[in-house]
């Protein structure tokens, strides 16, 4: 079965800085993917997603990165804000969403 | 316009115990899926109601259950309640026929605590 994995459970980044967050999945035959942010006491919230027809899709202050050889995504955040610090999620859509464990934010005022 | 929308916001039950938690899906919705979130851990995908059927279902016992009303909201159920079911449960709504990210709405759940 899939299984979605990331590579640090907690990343503190000062303000202002950009900051990195990585995911690695199991299942090659994926091919779209999300990052979901979840901040204390409220549901996941879209950030972007990617399909596996792409390497690279930019948002708002964030990038997602895909590496289908190595399957592995990167949420790069630019310039990091206080608003930032939360839980990140990557997810693996098939015929339904599998979810990574998270990588918890915080940002250093 | 509201989006999910789930009560109650908190619910403590006693081992052994049957709990039902609701979900009001975002306007326009048909489609509700649940999910378990475990404390410092992803959401883990439980079922998905479409049409007042289960769809989908998970990796979860049968003591899990659910149902869907005609007005397109839903009911988890839980019987024999485990102190392992202790979770933050979560409810996603979205238009048929798509895993429409734009549209896959979550509530912010409802955290159950089992003693």
């Known amino acids: 079965g899939e299984s979605v994995g990331l590579h640090l459970p907690t990343l503190s980044v000062q303000e202002g800085d950009n900051s990195i967050i990585n995911c690695a999945y199991s299942?090659?035959?994926?091919?779209?993917f999300i990052w979901y942010k979840q901040e204390s006491g409220k549901g996941p919230q879209f950030i972007i997603d990617?399909?596996?027809?792409?390497d690279k899709r930019q948002g708002q202050r964030v990038t997602v990165l895909l590496n289908k050889t190595v399957k592995h995504l990167s949420l790069q955040i630019a310039a990091t804000q206080p608003g930032d610090s939360a839980v990140y999620f990557c997810?693996?859509?098939?015929?339904?969403?599998?979810f990574g464990t998270g990588t918890s934010l915080t940002v250093i005022p | 316009d509201a989006g999910v929308t789930q009560s109650p916001t908190h619910l403590i039950k006693t081992r052994g115990q049957q709990v039902t938690l609701r979900c009001s899906p975002k306007?326009?919705?048909?489609?509700v899926s649940w999910y378990q979130q475990a404390l410092g851990q992803g959401p883990q995908f439980i079922f998905q109601?479409?049409?007042?059927?289960?769809?989908q279902r998970g990796n979860f016992p049968d003591r899990f259950s659910g149902h869907q009303f005609p007005n397109y909201s839903s009911e988890l159920n839980v019987n024999a309640l485990l102190l392992g079911d202790s979770a933050l449960y979560l409810c996603?709504?979205?238009?048929?026929?798509?895993?429409?990210?734009?549209?896959?709405?979550f509530g912010s759940g409802t955290r159950l605590t089992v003693v």
């Open positions: 996603a709504s979205s238009p048929h026929g798509q895993p429409d990210t734009y549209g896959y709405t």
């Open positions: 299942n090659s035959a994926s091919d779209y």
């Open positions: 990617i399909r596996s027809n792409m």
């Open positions: 997810a693996e859509i098939g015929n339904q969403f599998y």
């Open positions: 306007s326009g919705h048909d489609t």
């Open positions: 109601y479409y049409e007042e059927e289960e769809r």
